[in-house]
């Protein structure tokens, strides 16, 4: 069974920090391209950063970029997202997504396979 599940969301206040967790299972994890996306509603989902099979390639929007660091240990099967210097516009719901990959590189504009369930992140004073 697929499964994507992200941990660590919670509530913070401006300036802090948190390192959300996506855990895989069911898949072969170092053939896929990992995402995080986040929604808030009524939005649109924002693809915030991705990183390749084998974390040759990073990549972030501006809105998180220097501020967002993604990371994966193929030995865990899990993608980290560290979160620092949070504004309350980073509140949403946090998304990981897997994405197939023959080649390396990712996007977070390609058609993602696998999504998890989502984590919430609050960041208000």
């Known amino acids: 069974q697929v499964q994507l599940v992200e941990s660590g969301g919670g509530s913070v206040q401006p300036g802090g920090s948190l390192r959300l967790t996506c855990a895989a299972s069911g898949f072969n994890f170092n053939r896929y391209a990992i995402a995080w996306f986040r929604q808030t509603p009524g939005q649109e989902r924002e693809g915030l950063s991705c990183i390749s099979k084998y974390a040759a390639t990073t990549s972030y929007a501006d809105s998180v970029k220097g501020r967002f660091t993604i990371s994966r240990d193929n030995a865990k099967n899990t993608v980290y997202l560290q979160m620092n210097s949070l504004k309350p516009e980073d509140t949403a719901v946090y998304y990981c997504?897997?994405?197939?990959?023959?080649?390396?590189?990712?996007?977070?504009?390609?058609?993602?396979?696998?999504w998890g369930q989502g984590t919430q992140v609050t960041v208000s004073s």
């Open positions: 997504a897997a994405d197939y990959r023959l080649s390396g590189g990712c996007s977070t504009s390609a058609v993602y396979d696998f």
